[in-house]
Nanobody, 120 residues
Framework: QVQLVESGGGLVQPGGSLRLSCAASGFTFSRYIMRWYRQVSGKERELVASISSTGGVTNFPDSVKGRFTISRDNAKNTVYLQMNSLKPEDTAVYYC?????????????WGQGTQVTVSA
């Protein structure tokens, strides 16, 4: 059974930090590109970070560049999102996403999401 389980969300003051984790099971984690998305109710889901299957390449949109980092531990089947200097506009539900590398099938997986609220 495939599972992506996010954790680490919560309430934080502006300027604070949070570290999200996403624990994967039921598929070959090391063959998947891992991404973090976020979504505010009524808006489209936004990609905020991605990391290659080996962890060697990461990408971020300008909205979070320099504040967010993504990392993964393939031995623990876990991907992390470190969020620093948080702003109220970072408030959203954050989702973990797994996309297979080329030649490894087509199944895409999503976690259930974890709420991040940035407020004084």
């Amino acid at each position: 059974q495939v599972q992506l389980v996010e954790s680490g969300g919560g309430l934080v003051q502006p300027g604070g930090s949070l570290r999200l984790s996403c624990a994967a099971s039921g598929f070959t984690f090391s063959r998947y590109i891992m991404r973090w998305y976020r979504q505010v109710s009524g808006k489209e889901r936004e990609l905020v970070a991605s990391i290659s299957s080996t962890g060697g390449v990461t990408n971020f949109p300008d909205s979070v560049k320099g504040r967010f980092t993504i990392s993964r531990d393939n031995a623990k089947n876990t991907v992390y999102l470190q969020m620093n200097s948080l702003k109220p506009e970072d408030t959203a539900v954050y989702y973990c996403n797994a996309v297979p590398i080329v030649g490894w099938g087509q199944s895409v997986y999503w976690g259930q999401g974890t709420q991040v609220t940035v407020s004084a």
